[in-house]
């Protein structure tokens, strides 16, 4: 069973950043789409981002210009560096494959003003 393990989250003041990773223990991690999404306290969990097997990316409106999604398949893993925080960026954030497969435990992004 292919499992996603996030890590990389952390307390950051409003305007600093974090880099977030994911491994996936997948054997055909090169070939899948990846993606971020992030679930804010007491909402539904949203789309942040996504990268297809080529490198493409798009992005939320809410993290465009300020959210970068990048993935080294030597080591089977995705990355979400961000920047510019701001408090509404505070949520726990996980990646998927697309299809989505079973979700990991995510990783807690708190940003204070």
């Known amino acids: 069973q292919v499992q996603l393990v996030e890590s990389g989250g952390g307390l950051v003041q409003a305007g600093g950043s974090l880099r977030l990773s994911c491994v996936d223990s997948?054997?055909?991690?090169?070939?899948?789409?990846m993606a971020w999404y992030r679930q804010p306290p007491g909402k539904k969990r949203e789309f942040v981002g996504v990268?297809?097997?080529?490198?493409?990316?798009r992005y939320a409106d809410s993290v465009k210009g300020r959210f970068t999604i990048s993935r080294d398949n030597a080591k089977n893993t995705l990355y979400l560096e961000m920047s510019n925080l701001k408090p509404d960026d505070t949520a726990v954030y996980y990646c998927?494959?697309?299809?989505?497969?079973?979700w990991g435990q995510g990783t807690q992004v708190t940003v204070s003003s």
């Open positions: 998927n494959e697309i299809p989505s497969i079973a």
């Open positions: 990268i297809i097997s080529s490198g493409s990316t």
């Open positions: 997948g054997t055909s991690f090169r070939v899948r789409s």
